[in-house]
């Protein structure tokens, strides 16, 4: 889905700025035409279109300055792309300001790149508004494997939904994980080497028969999502309701996003999927989910991942590890520098379960969080510094993480949640932009 964007000019101006407003709306059309749709433009003063999510001013003029009650009339984002560049000049910055001070929600993007993820986050907005469809499997959440744990989480509880629903206008689908088991056990072997006879899946130590019952779940969930129609992600109660099926949908997330751009997420965390697509409509950057195991929370965090010691680190306070399943987490190969599949960890799940060891590359990361109250996100800024092995454990290949701002006990106090977002480059910068979209709060580290 594109932004709809309404282009406002203002009146009584000369040949000259006639002529390079025009040629700037060629240009935007250009630039932006991927991520926007532009209306035809209208003067200033008049009715905005019913249809338009936010407006551009490709040319700003002295006029700005005597146009207040006009201007005070504008209550959708107002994006400024003045440049032949598409950014803003900086000889519009004191406009510019002057629209902040006037009350109006302006952005002022100074690259390309930027100005995009804006023009994403206001189509992702309305998209949203209409209604988008999430899809989640499971049955009694919380009451399985594990419930002394699982019978936490906040986002199995239904005032979670109510206030996701409401908040985005979204829509969240509950089908049975243990009918999705017994449908994908219904699939032939025939069906699911067909289905995956031209998947390129670097595997190690897993047999057919195991990688078979992984395509399976694909195929099964696949049924769903085309019933239900308009799917934009899905996720299942992998982990707690992990005996209604034979094989984990590690393989099903990763082939769905490879194949049909749909996102993902682990053991039906709701308010993680939410996020994830808050994030990743605006940025289309590598995105992941994981488990964060700051090096402060000591034995608590070691004993789960039965593990002795934490890495061997200077300022061990501002380290985390990053650890899922037994691995890293779960991540489309598209999105990795290393990626395969491997037999099961975890002793929660099946026998003939699989599991995803995959890296990310190392360097700056953002772990970003929308809280519970769907008011507030958090932002941190990481590094990967490197991958750490435990033989034996449920750590078997898991990421060092660093905080950047050396805040690790700041870190422990604003954390939501154990399962955090971890997103390619430092994108709090365009993060914080988006945040002003969905009248966020933005807590940054």
Same mark, same amino acid.
């Given at each position: 889905?594109?932004?709809?964007?309404?282009?406002?000019?203002? /009146?009584?101006?000369?040949?000259?700025?006639?002529?390079?407003?025009?040629?700037?709306?060629?240009?935007?059309?250009?630039?932006?035409?991927?991520?926007?749709?532009?209306?035809?433009?209208?003067?200033?003063?008049?009715?905005?279109?019913?249809? +338009?999510?936010?407006?551009?001013?490709?040319?700003?003029?002295?006029?700005?300055?005597?146009?207040?009650?006009?201007?005070?009339?504008?209550?959708?984002?107002?994006?400024?792309?003045?440049?032949?560049?598409?950014?803003?000049?900086? @000889?519009?910055?004191?406009?510019?300001?002057?629209?902040?001070?006037?009350?109006?929600?302006?952005?002022?993007?100074?690259?390309?790149?930027?100005?995009?993820?804006?023009?994403?986050?206001?189509?992702?907005?309305?998209? $949203?508004?209409?209604?988008?469809?999430?899809? &989640?499997?499971?049955? /009694?959440?919380?009451?399985? $494997?594990?419930?002394?744990?699982?019978?936490?989480?906040?986002?199995?509880?239904?005032? %979670?939904?109510?206030?996701?629903?409401?908040?985005?206008?979204?829509?969240?689908?509950?089908?049975?994980?243990?009918?999705?088991?017994?449908? +994908?056990?219904?699939?032939?072997?025939?069906?699911?080497?067909?289905?995956?006879?031209? @998947?390129?899946?670097?595997?190690?130590?897993?047999?057919?028969?195991?990688?078979?019952?992984?395509?399976?779940?694909?195929?099964?969930?696949?049924?769903?999502?085309?019933?239900?129609?308009?799917?934009?992600?899905?996720?299942?109660?992998?982990?707690?309701?992990?005996?209604?099926?034979?094989?984990?949908? %590690?393989?099903? @997330?990763?082939?769905?996003?490879?194949?049909?751009?749909?996102?993902?997420? %682990?053991?039906?965390?709701?308010?993680?999927?939410?996020?994830?697509?808050?994030?990743?409509?605006?940025?289309?950057?590598?995105? $992941?989910?994981?488990?964060?195991?700051?090096?402060?929370?000591?034995?608590?965090?070691?004993?789960?991942?039965?593990?002795?010691?934490?890495?061997?680190?200077?300022?061990?306070?501002?380290?985390?590890?990053?650890?899922?399943?037994?691995?890293?987490?779960?991540?489309?190969?598209?999105?990795?520098?290393? @990626?395969?599949?491997?037999?099961?960890?975890?002793?929660?799940?099946?026998?003939?379960?699989?599991?995803?060891?995959?890296? &990310?590359?190392?360097?700056?990361?953002?772990?970003?969080?929308?809280?519970?109250? &769907?008011?507030?996100?958090?932002?941190?800024?990481?590094?990967?510094?490197?991958?750490?092995?435990?033989?034996?454990?449920?750590?078997?290949?898991?990421?060092?993480?660093?905080?950047?701002?050396?805040?690790?006990?700041?870190?422990?106090?604003?954390?939501?949640?154990?399962?955090?977002?971890?997103?390619?480059?430092?994108?709090?910068?365009?993060?914080?932009?988006?945040?002003?979209?969905? /009248?966020?709060?933005?807590?940054?580290?």
């Amino acid at each position: 889905m594109k932004a709809t964007i309404a282009v406002i000019r203002f /009146d009584n101006i000369n040949e000259r700025e006639q002529t390079t407003f025009e040629a700037q709306c060629k240009n935007l059309e250009n630039l932006y035409g991927d991520v926007a749709t532009f209306l035809p433009p209208i003067t200033i003063g008049e009715s905005l279109p019913k249809e +338009a999510d936010a407006v551009v001013f490709p040319q700003l003029v002295g006029q700005a300055y005597s146009q207040t009650e006009n201007l005070k009339e504008i209550s959708l984002p107002v994006i400024i792309l003045t440049s032949e560049f598409g950014t803003v000049e900086m @000889w519009d910055w004191e406009i510019v300001t002057y629209l902040r001070d006037a009350g109006l929600n302006v952005f002022s993007p100074y690259s390309v790149e930027l100005a995009k993820s804006i023009l994403r986050a206001i189509a992702s907005k309305r998209q $949203m508004r209409e209604g988008v469809r999430f899809l &989640m499997f499971q049955d /009694d959440p919380g009451e399985g $494997m594990q419930a002394g744990i699982f019978k936490r989480f906040y986002w199995w509880e239904s005032e %979670c939904t109510e206030a996701l629903e409401k908040t985005f206008g979204i829509r969240i689908f509950y089908k049975s994980y243990k009918e999705l088991g017994v449908s +994908a056990k219904q699939i032939s072997d025939e069906k699911a080497r067909e289905v995956s006879a031209a @998947w390129d899946i670097p595997m190690e130590g897993v047999t057919e028969e195991n990688y078979l019952r992984a395509v399976k779940v694909y195929i099964a969930v696949k049924d769903v999502i085309a019933e239900i129609g308009g799917v934009e992600g899905v996720g299942a109660n992998c982990l707690n309701e992990s005996f209604h099926s034979d094989t984990t949908p %590690c393989l099903a @997330w990763n082939m769905l996003y490879e194949k049909d751009g749909l996102l993902w997420v %682990c053991e039906g965390d709701t308010l993680s999927l939410i996020s994830k697509f808050l994030f990743y409509s605006a940025l289309q950057k590598p995105i $992941m989910m994981t488990n964060i195991y700051p090096f402060l929370m000591g034995m608590a965090a070691l004993k789960h991942e039965k593990i002795d010691s934490f890495p061997d680190v200077d300022n061990p306070d501002n380290h985390a590890l990053g650890v899922h399943c037994g691995y890293f987490g779960l991540a489309p190969q598209s999105f990795c520098d290393r @990626w395969v599949l491997r037999p099961k960890v975890l002793e929660i799940v099946g026998d003939d379960a699989l599991m995803v060891d995959c890296r &990310m590359a190392t360097g700056p990361i953002t772990m970003a969080k929308l809280h519970s109250d &769907m008011k507030k996100i958090t932002l941190i800024a990481c590094e990967i510094v490197d991958y750490v092995q435990y033989p034996g454990s449920d750590c078997r290949n898991g990421a060092l993480i660093h905080y950047l701002g050396d805040n690790g006990h700041e870190v422990m106090d604003a954390l939501s949640s154990h399962h955090a977002l971890l997103i390619a480059g430092d994108q709090i910068p365009v993060l914080k932009q988006v945040a002003r979209i969905f /009248d966020f709060d933005v807590v940054t580290m």
